[in-house]
């Protein structure tokens, strides 16, 4: 009998991640699942038993850089290897420029960029080993053009993508597969605050897209592809006056 596959979620106790942990359990994955706080992991857990075809906890906080290769290789080791790894640890602070948030700004990068970058370098390492894996980051439609406010966080995302894109390319001949999601509005935590969220659909419903596009092993998509693939191709190209008011 073939085993369950196995995959690994960072961030997994709230928002995306939490829902993408339910689709998959759903569908009998072996999971293994992280977040900073070990009761909301436990609450987590607790649930998703029986659904799953198992659970491993581990605490991650993926700011703390030397951690994240240790906690990888102890969630594979307990379930006999992984399949695919979810790069979703992030924040979504708002940091408008030369307002003293630093302090912010600094937590944004290292959470969202650095610590999802050493995520994916961890992952790279065993999947080489294993001789197989997909690392499925995800990014945000907020990477295709800087927005007013959000400069940091569109950073992060925008240079969390290119280096996906770059990974792509580096793993080809390696039996890794790079797939890169770009979500829009989907109704979580992190963007309840935004004046506005148009296109916003909810998180059930925008993980299960996300979840099918993982299967389906794809390398880059919008989520939803619509209208989002649309949009990012206007954002792009309006003049600076434009997005100045937006």
């Known amino acids: 009998m073939t085993a369950a596959r196995s995959i690994l979620i960072t961030g997994a106790t709230r928002g995306l ?10 569908r009998g994955y072996r999971l293994a699942l992280t977040g900073r706080k070990q009761v909301d992991l436990d609450r987590l857990g607790a649930q ?3 659904q799953a075809a198992s659970v491993v906890l581990e605490t991650l906080d993926v700011s703390e850089f030397d951690a994240i290769e240790g906690v990888v290789r102890r969630c594979a080791e307990q379930l006999d290897g992984l399949d695919i ?7 979504g602070f708002t940091t408008p420029a030369g307002k003293g948030h630093f302090e912010l700004v600094r937590q944004t ?11 994916a370098e961890a992952a790279v390492a065993l999947f080489r080993e294993q001789g197989h894996g997909q690392i499925v980051g995800i990014s945000s439609v907020a990477g295709v053009r800087g927005m007013r406010g959000q400069g940091v966080y569109c950073a992060t995302k925008a240079g969390f993508s290119r280096y996906l ?14 797939t890169d999601l770009a979500p829009g509005y989907i109704d979580t935590d992190i ?3 935004a004046p506005s969220r148009p296109f916003l659909v909810t998180a059930e419903h925008g993980t299960k897209i996300m979840a099918d596009l993982i299967e389906r092993k794809v390398s880059f998509r919008f989520v939803p592809p ?14 600076d006056s434009v997005i100045a008011k937006m």
């Open 226 to 239: 619509w209208p989002w693939t649309v949009v990012a191709r206007v954002l792009r190209w309006l003049p």
């Open 109 to 119: 990068i290292d959470i969202n960029l650095t610590g999802a970058i050493a995520t």
């Open 165 to 178: 894109e770059s990974l792509r390319a580096e793993t080809r001949g390696d039996a890794i597969v790079v």
């Open 191 to 193: 963007n309840r605050s």
């Open 48 to 50: 998703l038993q029986g």
């Open 17 to 26: 991640g939490e829902n993408l942990a339910r689709h998959f359990a759903a």
């Open 85 to 91: 790894i979810v790069i979703n640890a992030g924040v």
